[in-house]
């Protein structure tokens, strides 16, 4: 996720500067404040993050669900390339904002994507 990616670096600043306020000085103990807080407000902010990043960039849809598109959808069927692109995207951020929980026996085989 690219909240995850997003924090490495504040993550790595507090951690450097633990190293240095443990080995060499604890005056250095408060220079890791800041990255905390920034490290933290990322933590929270995930999922608005994570939400923003990939409505500019939506992810690929699995290709069983692009081809049901294909078969099942008639509407997908007649758009433009570029439109089948920009829906598969709308799709794909539906299902990462959507819980979904397939109603089905526990011995049974797993429910499939559509």
Same mark, same amino acid.
Request: aromatic share 18%; charged share 15%; hydrophobic share 50%.
């Given at each position: 996720?690219?909240?995850?990616?997003?924090?490495?670096?504040?993550?790595?600043?507090?951690?450097?500067?633990?190293?240095?306020?443990?080995?060499?000085?604890?005056?250095?103990?408060?220079?890791?404040?800041?990255?905390? $807080? %920034?490290?933290?407000?990322?933590?929270?902010?995930?999922?608005?993050?994570? =939400?923003?990043?990939?409505?500019?960039? /939506? @992810?690929?849809?699995?290709?069983?669900?692009?081809?049901?598109?294909?078969?099942?959808?008639?509407?997908?069927?007649?758009?433009?390339?570029?439109?089948?692109?920009?829906?598969?995207?709308? $799709? %794909?951020?539906?299902?990462?904002?959507?819980?979904?929980?397939?109603?089905? =026996?526990?011995?049974?085989?797993?429910? /499939? @994507?559509?």
């Amino acid at each position: 996720m690219f909240s995850n990616l997003l924090a490495i670096p504040f993550i790595s600043g507090a951690l450097f500067f633990l190293y240095l306020a443990w080995t060499i000085d604890g005056k250095y103990a408060p220079w890791m404040i800041p990255f905390l $807080v %920034a490290a933290a407000v990322i933590y929270i902010m995930s999922p608005q993050i994570n =939400w923003w990043w990939y409505s500019r960039r /939506p @992810p690929r849809l699995s290709p069983q669900m692009q081809e049901m598109l294909s078969r099942f959808c008639p509407f997908f069927q007649r758009l433009s390339p570029e439109q089948k692109i920009r829906f598969e995207g709308r $799709v %794909a951020l539906f299902r990462m904002g959507t819980d979904w929980t397939p109603l089905s =026996w526990p011995d049974d085989a797993p429910l /499939p @994507p559509d």
